[in-house]
């Protein structure tokens, strides 16, 4: 939310009611000029119906003015805290939803579902390998998130389809060097499909004896790759971490000036 400065105003720039498409994103825009004005901007990607929000948008327009009745509009970048309690159900409400989407691939056996687990917080137990595909939805440091875990049975071009809209990408490795080689395919195949969505690679089982060391597999994928080990649970606040600096996810018990995995691809 910014002021509107005299230019923009004066040449009309901005209609009452815009869309602008930017790429695979696109922002519902609102202009309003008295009693001063103001510019709202609500951003989104394809997978988001824009009439769904804008009841949304116009909550915020009116908490807003409500807020604003009695006090000047410098306050908003003089004292922005205080602006934030009245929202905190609204933004709720729309990251209820559509929250993150994560996609998550890798080849079975290699441990998608044990990442899936950590990263939602759960212990796992002995599992078998997912056949289909799996939705995982529960809150990362309070943000709702979902995450989608597809079996390399499913057709290919059924993957990219659920693939569009993806947030971001976590690829799974079980640090064998054939299988780093044969996920280079996913990783191209996520290039093709969501080139705008950040990514991480994790290699898992670090523990075992086939395993390659992290280096010989960063240079295989060209890209950083997580030291994992799925079987001891104390390795979850890592992936969590690592996953919530993915999503960009702000939060006061994070702190990002440490290590990070995470391939920028966005920009």
């Not at 929250?99 to 212990?123: A, D, F, H, R, W």
């Not at 075992?208 to 080990?229: D, G, T, V």
Request: with cysteine.
């Amino acid at each position: 939310m910014i002021n509107i400065n005299e230019e923009m105003t004066a040449r009309k720039y901005f209609n009452q009611e815009t869309v602008l498409d930017l790429l695979s994103v696109k922002i519902i825009c609102y202009k309003i000029l008295e009693p001063f004005p103001l510019f709202f901007a609500l951003t989104y990607d394809d997978s988001i119906v824009p009439e769904k929000f804008y009841p949304t948008l116009h909550s915020v327009i009116e908490k807003t003015l409500d807020f604003l009745k009695d006090k000047k509009p410098e306050i908003l970048q003089k004292e922005p805290t205080v602006f934030k309690k009245p929202f905190e159900k609204l933004v709720d409400f729309a990251m209820e939803n559509r929250p993150p989407k994560i996609s998550i691939l890798g080849y079975n056996g290699v441990g998608k579902t044990s990442i899936c687990n950590y990263i939602e917080g759960i212990k796992p137990e002995k599992l078998l390998p997912t056949m289909n595909i799996e939705r995982h939805s529960f809150r990362l440091f309070n943000i709702p998130i979902i995450l989608w875990d597809f079996s390399d049975e499913i057709p290919e071009n059924m993957v990219q389809k659920f693939l569009l809209g993806s947030d971001a990408v976590i690829i799974v490795l079980d640090s064998t060097k054939k299988n780093a080689k044969d996920s280079l395919h996913l990783l191209n195949l996520t290039k093709k499909t969501v080139p705008h969505a950040e990514l991480i690679i994790v290699g898992n089982k670090q523990d075992q004896k086939k395993a390659e060391s992290i280096e010989k597999l960063e240079k295989l994928m060209n890209h950083r790759i997580i030291p994992f080990n799925a079987t001891n649970f104390a390795n979850a606040r890592l992936i969590q971490e690592q996953t919530a600096e993915l999503l960009e996810i702000c939060c006061e018990e994070l702190d990002y000036t440490d290590e990070s995995y995470v391939v920028q691809r966005n920009d």
